[in-house]
């Protein structure tokens, strides 16, 4: 009967020491977890950021095109005027 008891609470022991093991590296993959959740919301904030300063320089970049195509054609009309007042 002393032996049983030994061998119970030998393995209750084993148990524990197992399964408190288990809980530490659970809990650190709970950190990790929480730790890569925050990197990845602060990568879709860069993204975001990022996705709308170049939408903005699109914007500003059309309208600057835009703008030189109506000079552009402004200067061609006028260009156009002058060579059919020389004939």
């Known amino acids: 009967m002393g032996n049983e008891l ?5 393995f209750g022991f084993i148990s524990s ?3 408190g ?3 530490y590296f659970i809990k650190q ?3 990790d977890f929480k730790s890569m959740e925050k990197d990845i919301s ?7 950021i990022i ?5 903005t320089s699109y914007d500003i970049l059309t309208k600057k095109v835009d ?16 060579y059919d007042h020389e004939k």
């Open 21 to 23: 093991i288990v809980a």
């Open 17 to 19: 020491v197992l399964l």
């Open 42 to 48: 602060e990568v879709k904030t860069m993204a975001l």
């Open 67 to 82: 703008h030189l195509e109506q000079r552009v054609n402004t200067l061609e009309i006028n260009q156009l005027k002058k």
């Open 51 to 55: 996705k709308t300063e170049f939408k």
């Open 6 to 10: 030994t061998l119970s609470v030998l």
């Open 29 to 31: 993959l709970h950190t």
